[in-house]
């Protein structure tokens, strides 16, 4: 089910325009990016990728945004996130091209179909091949159309909101590790769960042996102003949560220099960031 996470005051005509830079860099520790990142646009005559800056209208089509980190032995990593990336590249131009015939699917049943596949497909390569046994992902991921965004999340990549209405960020996201819930939960603070020696233990992931995947999933009324991050856990580590607030509420928010200080403040993991603003 799509849990509203935040309304807007009804608008006759919802902002229709949005701005999008992205960027991803291998960190200063490993050898190889198993990060990975997808922009797209779709409507009913098909699916377009997109660069990694780029402006565009939500009347001619939905936009996606996902951010996917993965992992697993040699590159069974760097092939997971890739798989979460190339499976919603092809599942979800599908369902758009149903609902634009008339076949009611609720976003919450695509949603969860688009990481139940993916899940399937990661268990079957999994089974197959020696090379990718174990292998995983996290998955975060953004629909933008208008007035709204919805989102899907697994893992302990992050989705941020920074509304324009108040200027608060708010971690949308859920970290899917008990060192997350107990952060949630009021029982530890910042520090404390930055420096658990369990922090990156994930208990929900796509893959890597787990039966059953059960997203969270969110949906934002959007205004013009608002802005979302989508990140992987290497950006995070580079910022305390004050430091990332302030940087998302910056005139001129882009997330190349948004990795770059991440990489140069930690660089311990791979890093990538998806940076949304929403446009009049």
Not at 14 to 25: E, F, I
């Amino acid at each position: 089910m799509i849990d509203p996470v935040a309304t807007p005051t009804p608008e006759p005509d919802p902002p229709a325009h949005l701005r999008w830079t992205a960027q991803t860099d291998v960190g200063r520790v490993r050898k190889n990016n198993e990060d990975a990142f997808v922009a797209l646009t779709f409507d009913a005559e098909g699916v377009k990728r997109l660069g990694k800056v780029g402006d565009g209208s939500l009347i001619q089509g939905d936009y996606l945004f996902a951010v996917s980190d993965g992992m697993g032995g040699a590159k069974s990593g760097e092939f997971a996130s890739r798989i979460a990336v190339d499976q919603i590249t092809r599942l979800l131009p599908r369902h758009y091209r149903q609902s634009a015939i008339g076949l009611a699917t609720s976003f919450g049943d695509i949603l969860s179909e688009v990481f139940t596949r993916t899940h399937a497909e990661m268990h079957k390569l999994g089974a197959s091949y020696e090379e990718c046994r174990g292998m995983g992902a996290t998955l975060t991921l953004a629909w933008l159309k208008p007035g709204w965004l919805y989102f899907a999340h697994i893992g302990d990549s992050r989705l941020y909101y920074r509304p324009r209405a108040d200027g608060a960020l708010r971690q949308l996201s859920h970290d899917d590790t008990h060192v997350g819930w107990l952060r949630r939960q009021g029982k530890i603070n910042e520090r404390e769960q930055r420096t658990h020696p369990r922090r990156n233990v994930l208990n929900k992931v796509l893959g890597a042996g787990h039966q059953f995947v059960e997203p969270q999933l969110g949906a934002v009324g959007c205004e013009a102003g608002d802005r979302f991050l989508l990140c992987s856990d290497g950006l995070v580590d580079g910022f305390w949560d004050h430091a990332l607030a302030d940087r998302m509420a910056s005139t001129c928010l882009e997330a190349g220099p948004l990795v770059a200080e991440a990489v140069a403040e930690s660089g311990r993991d791979n890093t990538t960031a998806v940076v949304i603003e929403i446009g009049a």
